[in-house]
């Protein structure tokens, strides 16, 4: 048995940790080769590989990124993108493919397998946890630390100068990032995708931040919609999977704060920051047990599934069923963290 591997879409910490434990597990207990696709779909797309084995995962555990690259290639919209993944499959001698990505990763890797008979085995990973059938997505423990790590800074910058800070994370359509990181940063106002802003509240609860004479800090997903307003974009351009390119809500933002209250406000955009570095302990267990399922499914010749988190089990999903739908804030959830608003 020959097990190919990719990793697409955007780069996690963690995604080194799930490679490793998927060779080490597949050559020393069944005896299977590997070979590593670059680029995410780029690689069986166009036939680059590269030799996987253990000495080429030794010493990556710790490693942010991926040692396979990654990119946002859809081969679903390539010229005769099927065709060319089977014929590169086939020359490279893969018999199962282990698809380690997101939403749009992942689905491609349903559309192969259920209507293409191309045997695949999924692993969810995002930093923005907005898989719907796994509790956690290994990534998104250390983008939470990272952030949570800056808003801790910003508090002392802010307040010694008696200004507003807005901080904006990475959450496209999810708030998960901004409420975790808010939550456990002390931020004032917390803002995400899933609940359009009244700029004129955020405005009341920065003044009443003020007349406590503390300086507010404002944590917004790069997704958020104020309730008058569209999503802000960094520009016009879409990838390959048809995503507009997003920043600027931050900016935006604390122009708006300044202008409606006098108050000075300053933006700090963490974007790729929180994607690099080693990854989070949990990250790093998580990913590993990942890795170490998904090479079971493969053994086990369950294609069509995901690896997924459930309590402190690891089970397996149609990945079809993983990626029907996002997994976003519940109301409910988000209101709790109202309490520490203003």
């Known amino acids: 048995m020959r097990v190919g591997v990719l990793t697409g879409g955007g780069d996690c910490p963690g995604l ?9 597990k597949g050559v020393q207990e069944y ?5 590593g696709f670059k680029d995410g779909w780029r690689g069986p797309l166009e036939g680059h590989v590269v030799p996987l084995d253990i000495p080429a995962v030794r010493g990556i555990l710790p490693r942010g990124g991926t040692i396979l690259g990654s990119s946002r290639t859809n081969p679903l919209r390539a010229e005769h993108g099927v065709r060319r993944i ?3 499959l086939a020359k490279a001698e893969v018999d199962a493919l282990i698809a380690i990505g997101g939403e749009d990763t992942l689905g491609v890797a349903a559309t192969l397998s259920d209507e293409y008979g191309v045997p695949c085995v999924g ?3 995002t930093i923005d946890n907005d898989l719907s059938a796994t509790d956690y997505t290994f990534g998104f423990d250390t983008a939470v630390g990272i952030a949570t790590e800056a808003i801790d800074r910003l508090h002392t910058t802010a307040e010694s100068h008696m200004r507003v800070l807005v901080v904006e994370v990475m959450g496209r359509h999810a708030g998960w990032i901004a409420l975790h ?3 456990a940063g002390g931020a004032n106002v917390i803002l995400v995708p899933e609940q359009r802003f009244d700029v004129e509240q955020v405005c009341a609860w920065v003044e009443s931040r003020f007349r406590a004479t503390y300086a507010p800090i404002v944590v917004v997903a790069e997704g958020a919609m104020p309730k008058d307003g569209d999503v802000v974009l960094k520009d016009g351009s879409l990838d390959s999977f048809g995503h507009v390119r ?5 900016e935006w933002l604390a122009r708006e704060i300044e202008r409606r209250t006098g108050k000075e406000a300053r933006t700090t955009v963490l974007g790729h920051v929180q994607r690099g570095g080693t990854p989070s302990a949990f990250d790093r267990w998580l990913a590993t047990r990942f890795g170490l399922h998904a090479i079971d499914a493969v053994r086990d010749g369950d294609f069509g599934k995901m690896v ?3 309590g402190t089990d690891i089970v397996r999903v149609p990945i ?6 996002l997994k976003t804030v519940d109301p409910e959830l988000y209101a709790e963290a109202g309490v520490f608003f203003g």
């Open 181 to 183: 990181s808010g939550l």
């Open 16 to 24: 080194n940790a799930v490679i490793r434990a998927i060779v080490r």
């Open 246 to 250: 997003l920043s600027g809500v931050g």
């Open 123 to 125: 692993v969810p990973k």
């Open 31 to 35: 005896g299977y080769d590997f070979t």
């Open 320 to 325: 079809a069923e993983a990626t029907a739908r």
């Open 308 to 310: 997924a988190l459930r």
């Open 86 to 88: 089977k014929e590169n």
